[in-house]
């Protein structure tokens, strides 16, 4: 069972179109982080969202946690060839230690067509 | 500034052998310290992840192993590689209180 489910898990558009990709959970989450996945790279984090029903904007890329804090988008407007990639969700649990470990969706895979 | 490294960034073994993954961290001290493995164009799998020197947690039963000799050092080992075992196998470390994670440009293994 997948706490974190994305959505779509692939998505091919052609540039200058809009897209949305969601990361949805039945579970409350403290704060959501969204990653980016070049192939053959490690995950780089572009956003963390805390608060629910907040909005934060990264150049082209909007993103959004849900009221409930159970939910996230990702919004990318004009996209671009270089948009392409592994786009990961994830949020964090706490272990007994003290130490955050996350739990990722399963991604959604995007390519932008020239 | 912090920085992760992980080597070798490509391993192919045959099933049978064994295994050592380094991973070391710069800038830092007393991180939180994972090791995940990811399927091909797929989501991260935690596989341990350690507090500091000495601790482990595993996350999932499976046939690999982990140790932190030194603050800023992470290995993932395994006596015997099953064919199971291939994938991209990332490093990542994180603050306590900061959930980001940063990670490592990854290993990846293929057992044959």
């Given at each position: 069972?997948?706490?974190?489910?994305?959505?779509?898990?692939?998505?091919?558009?052609?540039e200058?179109?809009?897209?949305?990709?969601?990361?949805?959970?039945?579970?409350?989450?403290?704060?959501?982080?969204?990653?980016?996945?070049?192939?053959?790279?490690?995950?780089?984090?572009?956003?963390?969202?805390?608060?629910?029903?907040?909005?934060?904007?990264l150049?082209?890329?909007?993103?959004?946690?849900?009221?409930?804090?159970?939910?996230?988008?990702?919004?990318?407007?004009?996209?671009?060839?270089?948009d392409?990639?592994?786009?990961?969700?994830?949020?964090?649990?706490?272990?007994?230690?003290?130490?955050?470990?996350?739990?990722?969706?399963?991604?959604?895979?995007?390519?932008?067509?020239? | 500034?912090?920085?992760?490294?992980?080597?070798?960034?490509?391993?192919?073994?045959?099933?049978?052998?064994?295994?050592?993954?380094?991973?070391?961290?710069?800038?830092?001290?007393?991180?939180?310290?994972?090791?995940?493995?990811?399927?091909?164009?797929r989501?991260?799998?935690?596989?341990?992840?350690?507090?500091?020197?000495?601790?482990?947690?595993?996350?999932?039963?499976?046939?690999?192993?982990?140790?932190?000799p030194?603050?800023?050092?992470?290995?993932?080992?395994?006596?015997?590689?099953?064919?199971?075992?291939?994938?991209?196998?990332?490093?990542?470390?994180?603050?306590?209180?900061?959930?980001?994670?940063?990670?490592?440009?990854?290993?990846?293994?293929?057992?044959?």
């Amino acid at each position: 069972t997948q706490l974190l489910e994305q959505s779509p898990q692939f998505l091919s558009i052609q540039e200058g179109e809009n897209l949305t990709v969601y990361c949805n959970s039945s579970s409350v989450f403290s704060s959501l982080q969204w990653y980016r996945q070049e192939p053959g790279e490690g995950p780089v984090l572009l956003v963390t969202v805390v608060t629910g029903g907040e909005v934060k904007k990264l150049k082209r890329l909007t993103f959004q946690f849900g009221d409930a804090r159970k939910d996230s988008s990702l919004h990318i407007t004009a996209a671009q060839p270089g948009d392409t990639g592994l786009y990961l969700c994830a949020g964090p649990l706490f272990t007994y230690q003290g130490a955050q470990k996350l739990v990722f969706g399963q991604g959604t895979r995007l390519t932008i067509n020239p | 500034s912090q920085t992760i490294h992980q080597w070798p960034a490509t391993l192919v073994q045959p099933v049978g052998s064994p295994l050592s993954l380094e991973c070391t961290v710069e800038g830092t001290s007393n991180p939180n310290l994972y090791w995940y493995r990811q399927a091909a164009g797929r989501g991260l799998q935690l596989l341990f992840y350690s507090v500091g020197i000495g601790q482990i947690s595993s996350e999932v039963p499976q046939n690999l192993s982990a140790s932190r000799p030194q603050d800023r050092q992470f290995i993932l080992s395994s006596k015997k590689l099953l064919l199971s075992d291939s994938g991209f196998y990332l490093c990542a470390w994180s603050v306590d209180w900061d959930g980001t994670q940063y990670f490592g440009p990854g290993t990846r293994l293929l057992v044959l």
